[in-house]
């Protein structure tokens, strides 16, 4: 055959969609993008050229990849009506709540890309929709602190140029840290893509009543920003912050495991993976040597982390229910020793997940045999019944 194969777990039945870009297996801790191994895409490749594999399904040619890079960096700049559109938000606003607006903004600016049936609009506004999330939310933080925003650098790469948006000011020199910008671009990496998860589903769903692509990613940076889903990261840290010392894991363990008690281990679990989830593997080698970079070998945090995930995993609990660190276990310390505050953490996972977000709508509005989604119900309400006026009641 062709190499592919159709894994059928045998529930085809229940399944939302078919798709060719990402294969997870949950009980081996084994996740596809295109047939590549996220090992393999992590330690080998960058963001932009795993954007190509998940968007077009293969590795790009050196000039497939230079043209791609270049569409990407010629749709960083934002209308600049946006400058102002954003300015009607409360200075303290969720960065999350501010992508949702402007994103979905977008699409009144945007009026061509509403031809979701023509393939080259399709394209055109998945490279702007790439090329805008940083602008986005570097925006989104840059209006929470009061300062300028700072215009996108062309001549920086993606990862490099988020990091100037965010920390660039007008009255300094701008110096580039690769060792920042190369963990960044790792952890957009990681974030990309991940099959039919709540948001990525959400954005099907949107798209397929044939919506804005910009819409449907605003329903998807939406669905992203709970603290089950994407949330989670900003979750980790706080609650690894509460925690505050290896001594008061326990305590903290207990509360996981009580029914009556609504804490979670957060970072922990995941709706499909019941084994490691490989993007938290790497995460956490990375963040041993991305934080041994930055001088800070004895993080507090990551002290406790890896405690608490090394307890966890000696623990019935958890084990009987396969709960396992998942992506957001590790993601915020590492996010948190580079500077980025906590509250940016989602709105960096959106910037990434964008590519997986565009992928997938893509695909499904080029499946010949979709439909407008309609998830049905089991019905548990009463059987049908006569009116009664009100004086009878
Ligand atoms: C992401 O879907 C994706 O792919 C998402 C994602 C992506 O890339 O898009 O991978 C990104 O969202 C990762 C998940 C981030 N969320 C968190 O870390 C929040 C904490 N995790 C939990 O809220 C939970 O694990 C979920 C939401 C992720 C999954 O919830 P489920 O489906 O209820 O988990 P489950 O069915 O496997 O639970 C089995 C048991 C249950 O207990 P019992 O009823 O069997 O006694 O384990 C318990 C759950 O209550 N449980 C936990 C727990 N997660 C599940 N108990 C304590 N702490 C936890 N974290």
């Excluded at 090992?39 to 190509?52: G, H, Q, T």
């Excluded at 991940?194 to 954005?203: D, G, I, L």
């Excluded at 925690?243 to 281990?265: W, Y």
């Excluded at 070998?297 to 019935?316: G, M, S, T, V």
Aim: charged residues 25%.
């Amino acid at each position: 055959g062709t190499g592919m194969f159709t894994y059928d777990p045998g529930f085809t039945s229940t399944a939302s969609c078919t798709s060719k870009i990402t294969y997870i297996d949950g009980d081996e801790g084994v996740l596809l993008h295109r047939g590549y191994t996220i090992e393999d895409l992590a330690k080998n490749s960058n963001f932009l050229e795993v954007a190509y594999l998940i968007l077009k399904g293969e590795l790009p040619s050196a000039s497939e990849y230079e043209s791609f890079v270049n569409n990407v960096t010629y749709h960083t700049m934002l209308h600049e009506q946006i400058n102002h559109l954003v300015r009607g938000f409360r200075r303290d606003a969720h960065p999350m709540a501010v992508m949702i607006g402007l994103v979905g903004a977008l699409s009144a600016f945007y009026y061509e890309d509403l031809d979701v049936e023509d393939p080259k609009k399709r394209e055109i506004a998945s490279f702007r929709l790439i090329a805008k999330m940083p602008t986005i939310a570097a925006m989104a933080y840059k209006y929470s602190v009061g300062q300028p925003f700072q215009y996108p650098r062309n001549d920086l790469g993606y990862a490099a140029n988020f990091l100037y948006m965010m920390f660039g000011i007008p009255c300094e020199p701008y110096k580039v840290n690769p060792t920042l910008s190369k963990a960044l671009d790792r952890i957009f990496i990681l974030h990309a893509d991940h099959e039919q998860n709540a948001s990525t589903s959400t954005v099907r769903l949107i798209g397929s009543t044939g919506a804005s692509p910009y819409a449907a990613i605003a329903g998807g940076i939406a669905a992203l920003w709970g603290p089950a889903h994407g949330g989670a990261n900003e979750a980790v840290v706080k609650m690894l912050e509460e925690i505050g010392s290896v001594d008061r894991i326990p305590e903290c363990l207990a509360r996981a495991k009580d029914k009556n008690d609504s804490f979670r281990l957060m970072g922990f679990g995941h709706r499909v993976y019941k084994n490691y989830d490989p993007r938290a593997g790497v995460l956490k080698e990375s963040a041993d040597q991305v934080l041994a970079e930055l001088g800070q070998k004895n993080n507090p945090k990551l002290a406790i982390a890896r405690e608490l995930e090394h307890i966890a995993l000696e623990d019935d609990y958890f084990r009987d229910r396969k709960l396992f660190p998942n992506v957001d276990f590790y993601s915020g310390i590492i996010l948190e020793a580079m500077g980025i505050p906590t509250k940016m953490f989602t709105a960096i996972f959106a910037l990434a997940r964008t590519v997986g977000w565009i992928a997938q709508w893509s695909e499904m509005i080029e499946d010949p045999e979709q439909k407008i989604g309609r998830p049905r119900q089991l019905y548990k309400g009463p059987a049908q019944r006569p009116f009664v006026a009100i004086d009878k009641r």
